[in-house]
């Protein structure tokens, strides 16, 4: 894969995160390859070129310029094949059209907003603890939601920002926006399928996702591993199209709806499909076209 418009940002300390993707593979991984020079004060230094290698199955995992690839060949099916190039071509206009066409699409919608759904997030919350605290965004995309989460974010928290995406194209935004237009700290990016994250159990304080699980090959798969990386009693917040339930909707409204969820029969929130267990399930209209689900994993026993 072409990586060259991307900075490393994952470092070796941060391979203690993750694991491999493999079904029912619990091993962690190993790194070999090429450093770069320290990006903080501890001395971390970013993986470059190589490979994470699986303790357990022995899998080989590549790392392009700082990226590590969760992604297998031929693994991508259903949907996803589908959606996956899509995503690639348009990732340079996606979020133009988010921002500037869908509140047109929309229209009349006074009650819209990105902040609806962060505030389901409760990052209000969170607290400064002896290590950072880490935010997952699944399905990160150009990356329009991280100036959201920092303005929203106390400012005596230290945070870690990691993003994963299947699209590559939507990785480069992101890297590219982050580098050059975005006032956040440095980005852990991954490509990797949210069927199967890369990650070990209970490893962040806030997991969400925006606009892509509608479309997801199986839905109910990606939510369980949502709440199998999330923390304990973490917020795990998810949004995407379904046309709100308790407002009317003119044919202008319907047409524009259904154009675009035309990959999905039946656009919904998977409020049935999460995990069992789950507790504070919750599923509120964010505006005309969205929902917000937020639920909290099973407590671990």
């Given at each position: ?21 493999k ?41 392009h ?49 990105r ?51 299947l ?26 399928d ?8 209970h ?13 997801y ?8 591993e ?28 319907k ?47």
């Open positions: 894969m072409n990586t060259s418009w991307m900075r490393p940002n994952v470092t070796i300390a941060d391979v203690r995160v993750l694991k491999c993707p079904p029912n593979c619990p091993g962690g991984l190993i790194f070999a390859g090429t450093l770069g020079s320290p990006i903080d004060d501890r001395g971390d230094r970013p993986l470059v070129w190589g490979t994470l290698e699986c303790q357990e199955c022995k899998h080989v995992w590549r790392v310029l700082g990226c590590p690839d969760f992604v297998e060949s031929g693994s991508v099916t259903g949907s996803d094949w589908l959606l996956r190039p899509i995503y690639d071509f348009i990732a340079p206009v996606h979020d133009i059209g988010v921002d500037c066409v869908l509140p047109l699409l929309q229209y009349p919608d006074p009650t819209g907003s902040d609806r759904y962060v505030e389901e997030m409760k990052l209000e919350d969170l607290k400064p603890e002896a290590g950072p605290i880490r935010i997952l965004e699944v399905g990160i995309g150009a990356g329009a939601n991280l100036p959201l989460l920092q303005r929203h974010l106390p400012l005596d928290v230290d945070v870690e920002f990691w993003g994963i995406d699209s590559l194209g939507m990785l480069l935004q992101c890297a590219w926006r982050t580098e050059w237009w975005y006032s956040v700290p440095r980005v852990r990016l991954l490509l990797g949210a069927h199967s994250l890369p990650f070990q159990d490893q962040f304080d806030r997991v969400f996702h925006v606009g892509g699980i509608n479309g090959r199986d839905p109910k798969t990606a939510l369980s949502m709440a199998r990386v999330a923390k304990q009693r973490t917020p795990i917040v998810v949004v995407d199209e379904e046309l709100d339930p308790n407002r009317p909707h003119d044919l202008r409204h047409l524009a709806f259904h154009s675009l969820t035309w990959f999905d029969p039946n656009p919904r929130a998977p409020r049935d499909l999460v995990p069992p267990g789950s507790v504070d399930v919750k599923v509120t209209p964010v505006s005309r076209f969205y929902y917000c689900l937020s639920f909290h994993g099973r407590a671990r026993q």
